[in-house]
C-alpha cells in the first residue's frame, strides 16, 4: 500500500513541474535559428546576408516579415539596403524570415557610427587640442 501512495506522490509531483522550468530550454533553440550579417542582396521577396560563421544565406520575406530600425522603431523593408548589417529571426520554416532587425555598426575605436565623439581615441584628441 506505501508503495502505491509513493508512486502515486511522485507521480502528481512529476506532471505539477511548472513549465518555466523549461523555458531557457525553448529559448535557447530559439535563439539558435536565427542569423546574423551584412546584406548582399535585397530582391522582391527575398534578402541574402552574409557572416563568417554561417556563409550565405538567403530567406524569404512577405507580409508577415516585420522589420525593426537599430533603435527598436519599426521599419519597412525599403529600409534595408546591401551593405547594412542585419539580423534575422527565422519564421516557420528556416529559409523564412519572421523579423529582420537593423544593427548599427561600430566604428573601429569602439564608438557607435554617428558619435560625434569617436570614442577614446578622438577624446583623448580633443583633450589635447588647443581651445
Known sequence: MKKIII???????????PQS???????KADKAGEA???????GEGTI????KKNGEQTFKTDST?????????AATATDIKVGARVKVAPGASPDQAAQISLH??????GAAKGDSKGGKKNAAKDAEAPQ
Do not use: W
Open 104 to 109: 548599427e555598426p561600430k566604428a573601429k575605436d
Open 21 to 27: 522550468a523549461f523555458a531557457g530550454q525553448k529559448e
Open 7 to 17: 508512486t502515486t506522490l511522485c507521480a502528481a509531483a512529476l506532471f505539477t513541474i
Open 36 to 42: 546574423a550579417g551584412k546584406v548582399t542582396a535585397v
Open 65 to 73: 516579415t516585420k522589420f525593426a530600425k537599430a533603435d527598436g522603431s
Open 48 to 51: 541574402t546576408i552574409t557572416s
